[in-house]
Nanobody, 126 residues
Framework: VQLQASGGGLVQAGGSLRLSCPAP????????MGWFRRAPGKEREFVAA????????YYSDSSKGRFTISRDNTKNTVYLQMNSLKPEDTAVYYC????????????????????WGQGTQVTVSS
């Protein structure tokens, strides 16, 4: 089942948004989920990731301290709470699935993830 991120929108700088990513087709092999974003004219960029079992989290330098990734195992859903948003956070945000273990060499790589779904647009006005 393709992942579908939701919760994006237009917000003023300093505001907050909460993105959701249900994973109804999640299987035993699903190890973690990641959030990425792509701004116009830029490469896809890692934002945050979380493991299903232990809830271990990984953040990019730009998201650390402002964004919080969490998961609800009973709903098979991952969230991204984004606070203190800045205009440079404007992008399409995507969630994706990781079926192998995460470690320091791969958690930030788009190629380490699969089952990319439809993104959700986040626009932060100044």
């Amino acid at each position: 089942v393709q992942l579908q991120a939701s919760g994006g929108g237009l917000v003023q700088a300093g505001g907050s948004l909460r993105l959701s990513c249900p994973a109804p087709g999640r299987t035993f092999s699903s190890y973690a989920m990641g959030w990425f974003r792509r701004a116009p004219g830029k490469e896809r960029e890692f934002v945050a990731a979380i493991t299903w079992s232990s809830g271990s989290t990984y953040y990019s330098d730009s998201s650390k301290g402002r964004f919080t990734i969490s998961r609800d195992n009973t709903k098979n859903t991952v969230y991204l709470q984004m606070n203190s948003l800045k205009p440079e956070d404007t992008a399409v945000y995507y969630c994706a699935e990781r079926t192998g273990k995460l470690h320091s060499a791969n958690y930030y790589l788009p190629l380490a993830y699969a089952n990319w779904g439809q993104g959700t647009q986040v626009t932060v006005s100044s």
